[in-house]
């Protein structure tokens, strides 16, 4: 069964910082992965989706890494904003699979 | 605007009820999705639906039920049988079944069981 993890479960950085957001993965085979912003009490937002075939992709003050080699994506966050606070989810969709497996989220607090 | 609309945004069940979860979305998507969040557990797939009339259960499809007559809607029954159904709903929905885009998510139900 697939298993996708982040690590931390939550981080506090000030503000202007960069930082990157760790997240494994179990499946080799992987078809594509997608980053998610949630608010509290709200629904998802995507924020960027990699194919397998691609390297990164890049959003604004976003860039998602893929390495399947060693089941790892990083979201890096440029010159971070209270704004940012959230959190963060990665779900990987593994090839011959129809669904999103997530992992629990990395809470992000950004402090002024 | 284009999006997923879910509702109620609050629902309150009591005890041996059964309530229905609505989504409805104007983005002529494929596919379609309901996902179970709980503190801690992150999301779990309840059920999803690929074309009108077909659905599939997910990893806790146990005590739902969904159906799917119109492309634009698919609505999530949880039944008596769901032994503990407090958590937050959402409904998902992809252009394609093979998820190779953006999965785009509605604002979520929370459902407390009273």
């Known amino acids: 069964k697939q298993e996708v993890t982040q690590i931390p479960a939550a981080l506090s950085v000030p503000e202007g910082e960069n930082l990157v957001l760790n997240c494994s993965f179990t499946?080799?085979?992987?078809?594509?992965l997608q980053w998610f912003r949630q608010d509290p009490g709200k629904g998802l937002t995507s924020l960027l989706l990699i194919q397998s075939s691609q390297r990164e992709q890049t959003s604004g003050r976003l860039n998602a890494s893929l390495d399947k080699s060693s089941g790892r994506s990083t979201l890096y966050i440029a010159a971070s904003q209270p704004g940012d606070s959230a959190t963060y989810l990665c779900?990987?969709?593994?090839?011959?699979?129809?669904?999103?497996?997530f992992g629990k989220g990395t809470k992000l607090s950004v402090i002024p | 605007d284009g999006g997923i609309t879910q509702s109620p945004k609050y629902l309150f069940r009591k005890e041996g009820q059964n309530v229905t979860l609505s989504c409805e979305q104007n983005?002529?998507?494929?596919?379609m999705y309901w996902y179970r969040q709980d503190p801690g557990q992150g999301l779990r797939l309840i059920y999803y639906?690929?074309?009108?009339?077909?659905?599939q259960k997910g990893d806790i499809a146990e005590g739902y039920s969904v159906s799917r007559e119109k492309k634009e809607s698919f609505p999530l029954t949880v039944t008596s049988a769901q032994k503990n159904p407090t958590a937050f709903y959402l409904c998902?929905?992809?252009?394609?079944?093979?998820?190779?885009?953006?999965?785009?998510f509605g604002q979520g139900t929370r459902l407390t069981v009273v």
């Open positions: 779900a990987e969709v593994g090839a011959g699979s129809y669904q999103l497996t």
């Open positions: 499946d080799s085979a992987i078809y594509n």
């Open positions: 998902a929905s992809n252009p394609g079944v093979r998820l190779n885009t953006e999965a785009f």
């Open positions: 983005l002529n998507h494929d596919a």
């Open positions: 639906s690929q074309i009108v009339n077909d659905f």
